[in-house]
Every structure is written in C-alpha cells, then in structure tokens.
C-alpha cells in the first residue's frame, strides 16, 4: 500500500509534510523549489495517474469478463463491446468463425469473448 502524502482538516486537504521541519508551514516559494516532498509528491501523483480513473479501471475489469460473440446466420461473427467485425468471408456466403480467438483483436478493445453456443 502506498504511503499517503495528504490528510484533511476542517478547512481541506494538505501535506502534513509541509508542516514538519524545517518549514513548519512557514516555508517561503524557495523553500518549496528546493523541497524533496514535492518530487514525492510528483511521483506518488505518477503512480495513480498510470493506474487511471475509476471508470478507466471499471472499463478495464468490464473488458475481463468474457463477453457474448454477436453471431448470425450468414453474417460475420461480431465483438460485442466494439462492433469490430471477426469472422473471415469465404466467399460463398458463408464465415470461418475464428472461435480460438481469446480476445478481439482491435487494440483499442480487447474484450475477452465467449464463443460458446448456450445462450
């Protein structure tokens, strides 16, 4: 777990950091340049930001569990999530339905996919 750099009092959040030596919450604009808490600060900041937003995680959870491949007769098998067509066309009318496929194969998707025939 990482260590929290903020708390809140009756008036916000602040660092309480900022109040130990050698500022004690008298620290000037030069003081702060020159603060290693503030490239803490940047870098814990870092951390979250790469994990993402809630809805960025929730998405990301969503895309794990397998999801209904959109099949119909004479059409190419569909990803439920994107719309990213998946069968190949054979020519004849009908598609070689790519039933091994895990995950879409768009990048920006990737939905795990559930091929199975039970409804």
Known sequence: MMERLTAWSNYGAYFPKCYEEPCDGNGTENDCDNCGFMDDVCRKLAQYEDIGTLEEVREAVEKQKPKKVVIERWSPSICPRCGNELSENLGDGYYEHPVFLER???????QRLDWSEEE
């Not at 879409?104 to 990737?110: G, V, W």
């Open 104 to 110: 879409c194969p768009n990048p920006d998707c990737a």
